[in-house]
């Protein structure tokens, strides 16, 4: 897969958490509620049936109890790999409704270990185009996207 700057946004780090221990926060309903959206938000409810077709759905809470619910679809998954999703499609690669979201988006999670023990962890979000990766971008992709990784690798560590 080769990165479009132009319609992609990518967060990319070495993290000290082994990829076994990533993999599972993110496949693992009750470990990605406690670290899937930054803090103060919180993400209070998560279905995954962990097959290409399979739903990938979360509901995330803001501080002041507004719920945002988000369903997607897995598209692929190689065990500690590869982990890519769309919300362009609903559970058995039923089309969205785009209309609902502002922007539309696949995201793909690449996992390779790293000398130290860690993992390259890359998030590539792939946007049909510019004004969603600009809208998503402005809302914070970087920030937020990093907070969560960072919440990850902190319960990935009680593991």
Not at 5 to 21: E, F, K, S, W
Not at 97 to 117: C, E, K, R
Request: charged share 15%; with cysteine; hydrophobic share 45%.
């Amino acid at each position: 897969m080769s990165s479009m700057p132009h319609l992609d946004l990518v967060l990319q780090r070495v993290i000290p958490t082994p990829v076994a221990q990533v993999w599972r926060c993110w496949t693992e309903p009750a470990l990605l509620m406690q670290w899937f959206c930054p803090k103060p938000w919180q993400t209070v409810e998560c279905e995954i049936d962990l097959r290409p077709g399979g739903i990938f759905r979360t509901v995330m809470q803001s501080p002041s109890g507004d719920q945002h619910p988000n369903e997607g679809c897995y598209l692929e998954l190689v065990p500690n790999e590869r982990l890519v999703w769309t919300g362009a499609l609903k559970a058995g690669f039923r089309p969205a409704d785009a209309a609902a979201h502002p922007f539309v988006f696949t995201a793909v999670i690449s996992l390779a270990p790293h000398a130290d023990g860690g993992t390259l962890y890359t998030a590539t979000v792939m946007h049909s185009d510019e004004s969603g990766r600009q809208t998503h971008e402005a809302m914070g992709f970087h920030q937020g996207w990093g907070a969560a990784l960072d919440q990850l690798v902190a319960v990935a560590a009680g593991l």
